[in-house]
């Protein structure tokens, strides 16, 4: 436990350089990393969605590329192409941006359904394949990715499939104004981003995330992760509920969060805190319930508070 927490808090200070008074964001970001998940940054312009993951990369010494989406990037712009070699006679294996440790893809929502399927094996199975060959990612490969929930004109909806393999939905929110004056004052002569020096190896990183796998769970904790995310698919608001992906998204979210505050096993407050960010975005709600104006997060803080959780732990 102690090379994940002690790497944890050196990434969420280094982060906090940039990303000024978002300390919960940061750390459920880092809690991420640690479990071993891919995050969806998703907020308006402005308020450091890009600033959040590219931070994150920055603070980490491993390969870092980044995916601008547009409408016309095909699904080889992504995994990588195989291009014939006329001395060899041979094709040769051009990898592409995902083939990185930390992988930006930024605003996913404006590439084409067939562009964003292209990352559903990489993120789910951490591989590609091409032309039937399968070529492994790295062993420490993570996906950040943005998209701007207002704006839907050159968008495109990500599927069910591509939204349950992000273990968390971020949003940033504005900065109160004392925050915002800091952020103002600090990009006055250069961004600090440009001075954000790596704190932890990718090498760290992994061992970190073996430690985090350890953290104890007791079976009483595991079946409260079980009956919240269960509840989540008899809510008659509640069209699609969470997949058993997502029991095993929130117990290792929770074990990440527990190594964060220093503990090597996990308690319900744990659950509690990572259970929305994990679970909110799983739910698909029936076209009744979103002209309601009900939303995922409200449903979840409901099950949360009338679901018992297990006591003396």
């Known amino acids: 436990m102690a090379i994940a927490h002690t790497a944890a808090q050196r990434l969420i200070d280094n982060i906090s350089l940039v990303i000024f008074g978002k300390r919960r964001e940061v750390e459920l970001a880092v809690s991420g990393l640690l479990a071993q998940g891919h995050i969806l940054i998703e907020d308006v312009p402005g308020v450091g969605k890009t600033m959040l993951a590219k931070s994150i990369a920055r603070s980490l010494g ?18 990588g192409v195989s291009i014939w070699n006329p001395q060899s006679r041979e094709f040769e294996f051009r990898p592409g941006p995902v083939m990185a440790e930390i992988v930006l893809a930024d605003e ?3 590439a084409t359904p067939k562009t964003q399927a292209a990352l559903l094996e990489a993120m789910e199975e951490r591989q590609v394949t091409v032309d039937g060959v399968t070529h492994a990612l790295p062993a420490l490969f993570q996906v950040l990715a943005t998209q701007n929930p207002i704006e839907h004109e050159g968008t495109f909806t990500l599927p069910e499939a591509q939204m349950d393999r992000f273990l968390m939905r971020l949003r940033i929110g504005y900065p109160s104004a004392e925050e915002e004056e800091r952020v103002v004052e600090s990009q006055q002569l250069r961004h600090p981003i440009e001075d954000l020096a790596p704190v932890a190896t990718a090498q760290e ?6 430690e985090v796998r350890e953290t ?15 509840r989540t698919r008899t809510l008659p608001d509640v069209h699609l509920g969470a997949s058993p992906r997502g029991s095993l998204g929130l117990a290792r979210a929770a074990q990440a969060h527990a190594v964060l505050t220093g503990r090597d096993y996990v308690t319900p407050d744990d659950v509690k805190a990572v259970a929305i960010p994990v679970l909110a975005h799983r739910l698909l709600l029936t076209p009744s319930a979103r002209l309601k104006g009900v939303t995922p997060k409200a449903l979840l803080e409901g099950i949360l508070e009338s679901t018992m959780a297990p006591g003396n732990i």
């Not at 491993?62 to 995994?79: A, E, I, Y």
């Open 108 to 110: 996913i929502n404006r």
């Open 216 to 230: 104890h769970i007791e079976r009483g904790v595991r079946q409260y992760i079980v009956d919240l995310v269960s």
């Open 205 to 210: 990183i992994l061992a970190a995330q073996e």
């Open 62 to 79: 491993c390969t870092f590329n980044r995916l601008q989406f547009t409408p016309d990037m095909l699904p080889s712009d992504v995994t």
